[in-house]
């Protein structure tokens, strides 16, 4: 499925949209170069699950957790160098009663679960300045049931 989104605000509202059909214990995988959106679409997500504060990049922390409706656990694997995620502890994350948005899942893809809700976003030329294609998959039934009920609210 792709969706194109001309603004900040868009992809605030297309976060809104996931956090419509997301669950706990989901996952989603975020790429997309640096600056291409990955954390204000997160943002959308954290206030479609009614949380209110701020929600920053954990470039150099590696995870942010946001309490909500569904607590929010949000990761960010730039920085790791061979993918060790050992000292981490993600298991315990990823079989809490939360739902885990990852950036840069690549970074750890070997110790990650292969079924996931995957968004890319890729920055385009257009009309707009901030014109972003959004590519959203499902790697799993459960996952791929997710991007059909996305299609359906758009």
């Known amino acids: 499925m792709l969706i194109t989104v001309h603004s900040e605000e868009e992809m605030i509202s297309l976060g809104g949209l996931l956090a419509r059909v997301l669950e706990k214990n989901d996952i989603v995988y975020l790429t997309g170069e640096l600056g291409a959106g990955k954390t204000t679409l997160v943002r959308g997500v954290a206030r479609g699950l009614g949380y209110a504060g701020r929600v920053t990049s954990p470039t150099f922390t ?8 569904i607590n929010l656990f949000h990761f960010d694997f730039y920085r790791l160098e061979g993918g060790d995620l050992g000292d981490l502890g993600l298991e315990d994350y990823l079989e809490k009663e939360g ?5 840069w899942p690549q970074a750890g893809a070997a110790k990650l679960p ?3 809700l995957l968004v890319n976003i890729e920055l385009v030329e257009g009309d707009y300045e901030r014109e972003r294609l959004v590519r959203l998959s499902g790697k799993g039934d459960r996952y791929q049931a997710k991007v059909e009920e996305v299609k359906r609210l758009c």
């Open 99 to 103: 739902l885990s948005l990852i950036e």
């Open 114 to 116: 292969s079924e996931a």
């Open 62 to 69: 590696l995870m942010n957790v946001y309490p909500a409706d």
